[in-house]
């Protein structure tokens, strides 16, 4: 959890953790996977579009090492996926029966990984 303090008031939280997933790719693969989520995210309206989330989310991205784009999202709100576009244009996503989003990006990445071809030379 990830919290926003100021004068002893919370001005934003940004809860996160792994689960595990079944998801359905854009070719209609489905994947076992178990992402970091982003879980809930909230920033009281007093304070918004002042860069209170944009400081939650990239302190955590900090700690946990992550990018945007490797993570699920959970029941994201309208807000957070125009914030997740505005500041890493993240759009497209194949929508999911357990409501989680997982961007496009992730599955891009992870096919660049497998097609990469390996510097370890052959056995013969």
Do not use: W
């Not at 304070?47 to 999202?73: C, H, N, W």
């Not at 309208?78 to 992730?106: A, M, S």
Request: proline share 4%; aromatic share 12%; charged share 25%.
């Amino acid at each position: 959890m990830y919290l926003k303090i100021s004068m002893g008031q919370c001005q934003g939280f940004l809860k996160v953790g792994v689960k595990r997933l079944f998801t359905r790719t854009r070719g209609g693969e489905l994947i076992e996977m178990t992402p970091l989520s982003v879980l809930d995210f909230y920033v009281h309206s007093s304070v918004q579009r002042g860069g209170i989330g944009k400081q939650l989310f990239e302190a955590m991205l900090g700690y946990e090492d992550a990018t945007p784009s490797k993570l699920a999202y959970d029941r994201p709100s309208h807000k957070l996926k125009g914030f997740l576009f505005k500041h890493y244009n993240l759009r497209n996503y194949v929508k999911q029966t357990h409501n989680f989003i997982v961007f496009d990006e992730y599955f891009q990445q992870q096919q660049k990984e497998h097609k990469e071809p390996s510097t370890h030379p052959s056995r013969r």
